[in-house]
C-alpha cells in the first residue's frame, strides 16, 4: 500500500495521514471549499476539492471520492470516523473499484449497524444482554405489554440510532403512547428508519467500551476498556482508559465477550464493543462501532500500540504481531474533547473565529487538532476542535496533568467545553470515581461555571491591586551622571 485516500476532515484526517508518513505512504486529502485552508489539506502529499460546504455536498460523496481515488492511483481509503465511516455500500463500492476500505467488511458493518442485527448476532454467543425485545415494535398496544413484563422504568431505542437520537426513557404507562411517537418520529427524521425497540432502563449506568483487533488470520484481540460515562445529551466528553471501577476479573470478562462479538460478525479491523455497567456491576452488551473511536488516542497512551497503524497492517492483509499475552495495562489516560460550545448555554454551538488559539504542549501531554490560530469554526460540521490527552503513571497524575494543560490552552474568539473539563477534573464525584452516565445531569450547571469565573475574577483583581500597591511603595531614585 503506497498511497492512502482520507476521507474525511479535520483532526482525524490529519490524525491518519501522519501514521500514514511515518509508515511511508502517501497521502492523498479530499476537501469541501470551506476546508481549502485547513491543516489537513497542507500536511497530505495531494489534495482535491470534491465539493461544496455541506457535507452532502461533499464528504458524503462516495462515487466522487471513489473517483477521486482512481484517478490518482490510490490503493487504499481511510474513512475516518462519522461521514463514510460505517456506510455498507460504500466499502462495497471501494472494494468493488479494486480499492482496498481500511475498516471491516460490508456484512460486519450492516449487522452491527443495526441494534436489532446485531442482538441477533451475539445472541449464539451467550453475551450478557439488557431484558427487552430484539425485535422491532411499532403497535404501542403490544409495547405496553412488553413494558409490563420487564418492568419501568423501561427504554425506547432506534434500531438504527446513536447520539441519544430516537431514544426515549419511560417512566410510567401513562407515557408510552406519547414517547413511542416521538421516538419512531425521531428516528425516521435522522436514520430514515422508524424501527424501535424496548428494553429495560439501566438507572445508574457506566458507558464501558472495549477496544478490539481482528485481523484476516483469525486472530482477535481486546486492547482493554475506556470509561465514557461523561457525557452531554448522550454525547460523550470526557473519557479515561483504563476504568476506575473495573477488577481484573470484570475487565477479563468483558474483554472476551468483546472478542466474541466481533467473532459473531466476522470482524476485521479495529473495532469498539460498548457495554453498560450497573450499580452492581453486571454488563450487558449495547452495540458495536465499527471504525475507529473519536477516544481511541486514551488506548494508545496505555498500551503503547498505534490503532491505525494497526488499521493499515490489517487491510493488507498482514497478521497482528502480538497476542492479547502480550497486552499489558501501563498508566493511565485522560481525553477532554474540546468542542466549540458554551457551557453556560446548554452547550450550545460557538460558531466564530479563532483570534488565539495556543495548544498545551509538554511531556505526556497530546494534542489531536485539525485547526489553526485565523480559522473559522464551520457551521456545517461537528463542533468538535480538537482532543487533548494525559497521560500518567497513575489515574491521579493524569488528572492533574490534564488540569495543567486546560489552563495553558488558550482559546479566544468563541466559546468552549475546556471550563466544563476543569469542572470535572475538580469534581469529587469524578476524582473519587463514584459517577455514572448522569454525572452532568447530577452535578453540572452553568451557574457553578459562572461562580468560578467571578471568583477567579476576583483573585485576579486583588492581584493586580495588591501589585500596583507595591510597586507604589517603591522609592525610585532617578538616576545621575556624575
Known amino acids: 500500500m503506497k498511497k492512502i485516500l482520507v476521507a474525511n476532515r479535520g483532526e482525524i484526517a490529519l490524525r491518519v495521514m501522519r501514521t500514514a508518513k511515518k509508515m511511508g505512504i502517501k497521502t492523498v486529502a479530499v476537501y469541501s471549499d470551506v476546508d481549502r485552508n485547513s491543516p489537513h489539506v497542507s500536511f497530505a502529499d495531494e489534495a482535491v476539492c470534491i465539493g461544496e460546504a455541506p457535507s452532502n455536498q461533499s464528504y458524503l460523496l462516495g462515487d466522487k471520492i471513489i473517483e477521486v481515488a482512481k484517478s490518482l492511483s490510490v490503493d487504499g481509503i481511510h474513512p475516518g470516523y462519522g ?52 425485535k422491532a415494535v411499532t403497535d404501542v398496544t403490544y409495547a405496553e405489554k412488553v413494558a409490563k413484563e420487564i418492568g419501568y422504568p423501561i427504554l425506547i431505542k432506534a434500531s438504527a440510532g446513536g447520539g441519544g437520537k430516537g431514544m426515549r426513557v419511560v417512566e410510567k404507562e ?35 467500551e472495549i477496544q478490539v483487533l481482528a485481523d484476516s488470520h483469525g486472530n482477535v484481540v481486546h486492547l482493554f476498556e475506556r470509561e465514557c460515562s461523561v457525557q452531554r445529551r448522550h454525547q460523550k466528553v470526557v473519557e479515561e482508559a483504563p476504568s476506575v471501577v473495573l477488577t481484573e476479573e470484570i475487565r477479563k470478562k468483558m474483554g472476551e465477550a468483546a472478542i466474541k462479538v466481533a467473532k459473531s460478525c466476522d470482524y476485521l479491523g479495529a473495532g469498539t464493543v460498548e457495554f453498560l455497567l450497573d450499580e452492581n456491576k453486571n454488563f450487558y452488551f449495547l452495540e458495536m462501532n465499527t471504525r475507529l473511536q473519536v477516544e481511541h488516542p486514551v488506548t494508545e497512551m496505555i498500551t ?9 497492517k490489517i487491510a493488507r492483509g498482514e497478521q497482528l ?4 499475552e502480550d497486552l499489558e495495562i501501563k498508566g493511565h489516560a485522560l481525553e477532554l474533547r474540546v468542542y466549540a460550545e458554551d457551557p453556560l448555554t446548554g452547550f450550545t454551538p460557538s460558531i466564530g473565529t479563532l483570534d488565539i488559539y495556543k495548544s498545551p504542549v509538554g511531556e505526556n501531554i497530546r494534542v489531536d487538532d485539525g485547526f489553526e490560530e485565523g480559522m473559522e469554526i464551520p457551521i456545517y460540521y461537528d463542533p468538535m476542535i480538537s482532543k487533548l490527552i494525559t497521560y500518567g503513571k497513575s489515574r491521579e497524575e493524569a488528572i492533574d496533568l490534564m488540569k495543567q494543560a486546560i489552563s495553558q490552552y488558550q482559546i479566544k474568539g468563541i466559546e468552549t467545553t475546556l471550563s466544563f473539563g476543569q469542572f470535572v477534573c475538580e469534581h469529587e464525584a469524578f476524582t473519587s470515581g463514584d459517577f455514572d452516565t448522569h454525572f452532568v445531569k447530577k452535578y453540572y450547571s452553568p451557574e457553578i461555571i459562572e461562580a468560578t469565573y467571578k471568583r477567579e475574577a476576583k483573585i485576579a483583581a486583588k492581584v493586580a491591586l495588591q501589585q500596583y500597591l507595591k510597586e507604589q511603595q517603591i522609592l525610585k531614585v532617578p538616576s545621575s551622571e556624575f
Open 304 to 312: 503503547g500500540i498505534d490503532l491505525v497503524e494497526q488499521q493499515i
Open 321 to 324: 504481531s502480538f497476542s492479547q
Open 83 to 134: 461521514f463514510l465511516s460505517e456506510n455498507a455500500d460504500f466499502s462495497e463500492k471501494v472494494a468493488a473499484n479494486g480499492i482496498t476500505f481500511i475498516g471491516p467488511e460490508s456484512k460486519a458493518i450492516k449487522v452491527m449497524g443495526s441494534k436489532l442485527a446485531a442482538k441477533e448476532a451475539v445472541k449464539a454467543y451467550d453475551i450478557p444482554m439488557v431484558p427487552g425485545i430484539d
Open 174 to 208: 401513562a407515557d408510552i403512547t406519547e414517547q413511542m411517537e416521538r421516538a419512531i418520529s425521531e428516528a425516521v427524521s435522522a436514520f430514515g428508519d422508524g424501527s424501535v425497540f424496548i428494553e429495560k432502563y439501566v438507572g445508574s449506568p457506566r458507558h464501558i
